[in-house]
């Protein structure tokens, strides 16, 4: 299985800061990254495929690089709503498999 | 609309079987992948499987291989995760979501989940 680590775990901001969240791949998987958003009790909401590709309807403040094995998630200036656990997914081989999550706080 | 409408919540016994469902509308149902995910309280999201409604090629981790079963009825645009034999260990929030598959595209739509609580 291909193992996906992010960092930090866990992560305290305000709103109005820049944040990056990391996801690292034990293996190479090109671009086959997406990164998700989820709220507490809520379904996982997916932000960016394809590494750097923005999903359909997801504000601009959000961006995402790389390739390879690193990669990076960026809120360019936190709102209030970005509160949440992001998670990073391989989608290069089966099992697709998840990060860890990075959980940003207030 | 896209949507996914998965079967509400489930309390069950250990030893017991369980089917829940996930209804796929606003789009060729037969044409995306459909997946389910695990998420364990308070833990992150494990992919089991997917299903393709269209010729129902089935791949599962190997994780739940064995472990469950996923099927689907494209005759009623449904999708199903199923137990013959539920322990405690499987009470999680069970996710249906579409193309969460080896493509660039990721999980476009999610169900709101489906609940199950086993207990021993």
């Known amino acids: 299985d291909i193992q996906m680590t992010q960092s930090p775990s866990s992560l305290s901001a305000s709103v109005g800061d820049r944040v990056t969240i990391t996801c690292r791949a034990n293996?190479?998987?090109?671009?086959?990254l997406n990164w998700y958003q989820q709220k507490p009790g809520k379904a996982p909401k997916l932000l960016i495929f394809a590494a750097s590709s923005l999903q359909t309807g997801v504000p601009s403040r959000f961006s995402a690089s790389g390739s390879g094995t690193d990669f990076t998630l960026t809120v360019s200036s936190l709102q209030p709503e970005d509160f949440a656990t992001y998670y990073c997914?391989?989608?290069?081989?089966?099992?697709?498999?998840f990060g860890q999550g990075t959980r940003l706080d207030i | 609309e896209v949507q996914l409408v998965q079967s509400g919540a489930e309390v069950k016994k250990s030893g017991e079987s369980l089917k829940i469902s996930c209804k796929g509308s606003g789009y060729t149902f037969s044409t995306y992948w459909i997946a389910w995910v695990r998420q364990m309280p308070g833990k992150g999201l494990e992919w089991m499987g997917m299903i393709y409604p269209g010729d129902s090629d089935t791949r599962y981790s190997p994780s739940f291989q064995g472990q469950v079963t996923i099927s689907v009825d494209t005759s009623i645009s449904t999708a199903y995760l199923q137990w013959s034999s539920l322990k405690a260990s499987d009470t999680a929030m069970y996710y249906c979501a579409r193309g969460l598959t080896t493509a660039a595209h990721g999980g476009d739509y999610w169900g709101l989940g489906t609940l199950v609580t086993v207990s021993s």
């Open positions: 293996q190479t998987i090109t671009t086959y």
């Open positions: 997914q391989q989608s290069y081989r089966i099992p697709i498999t």
